[in-house]
């Protein structure tokens, strides 16, 4: 993974925690305190639309949470929490925040609109309802009396934070780590983000517009989290996590005179996918682009469509680039993947218990083999007649006999 990728994937964390920093050390003196209070507001509505359009409970989840959050906070939280009505409507704003995102996470993602999309959204409603009539019931504190001890040494300026919210915020984020570990999903990041803006807002509640900063911090992060899970749908390959067709045509239209397209195509993958299943057929299909993506040369990988590969080389010519490409046929011929035997007990605990013994450990292996055809660019050929000559000669090579690689 590169550089560039990896900051491109770290950057809504990033942002979060410069927003930290500037309110931290009030570095925002310079911009007007009106827009800063009303850049949250805006940057919900544009974000709630941009979510919309995911139809995803966990995208739209973070930004209720949060617009409600912050409305709170503008218009019940601006006296000192020292009063007793105020701190318990911080600490049920504590409570309601950790406990939307555990629900957001927790609950089945059937999109936003419909049955099920409703009553989440009902349920979020209903408590933010409860905490704006009921905020200032003595419940809250009476929820966490048993807990809620005055901190000394780090927390002693910060009475507000007491071991009641530290074991909610600490629940809270437990449980979303090991969703988001489970799931790998980009809208659970999302909710963690959303977390971990909370919780540094509620922890230096003190500071001067630190509500403002960091949930507009948040809004944009959430963008750039919405955008990355955005670019995964349309130029990733859902099977093989490698670029796909659209990705290609992207590049093809920034190279420039001298490159080299490779079209790549699996050895008689129906037949395979007939006798194996389509399940094994897929294991195949990743095996081949893990393969493919190694190439070295300066090569980017894409999935074609079906069980068909391109490799593209920018600046190189196919004399140059034959021998990683052989490199590439021949890793994937030698490459056994090995299947479960069909004797194997469909029952995982009982499979587990017969694990080892000679009559039930049977297995067999297979292997596939590609065949290769590559092309250089040439005056006056477009990409495309690039790709489309390389995947004639692509067939050629499956007349030769396939397991081979013929360039132009």
Known sequence: MSLITISWRLSPLFIIFVAFFLARFNSLMLVDIDVLRALPYLLAVVLFCFAAMFNRSRFIAPVVITLFSYWFIRERLQSPLIQEEVMAMFTGLNLLFCGQLILSSLIPEKGMFNRIGFIFISLLLLGDALLWYYGTSSLWMGLLADLALQ?????????????????????????????????RSVADFALMLTWLSGAIIFYDFSLENVSPICFSALFLSLFLVFQQSNYQVTYKDALTGISGRRA?????????????IAMLDVDHFKKFNDTYGHDVGDQVLKMVASRIAKVEGGGKAFRYGGEEFTIVFNRRSSNDIFVYLEAVRTSIQDYHLTLRGDDRDGDRKAGKQQRGKSEKAASKSVSVTISIGVADSASRMTPKDVVKTADDLLYKAKEAGRNCTIKA
């Open 151 to 183: 901190q000394d040494g780090l927390f002693e300026s910060r009475y507000w934070v007491n071991n009641a919210l530290l074991v909610v915020h600490a629940a809270t984020a437990l449980i979303l780590t090991l969703v988001a570990l489970l799931r």
């Open 248 to 260: 290609l045509e992207d590049y093809l239209s920034t190279l420039g005179r001298h490159y080299s």
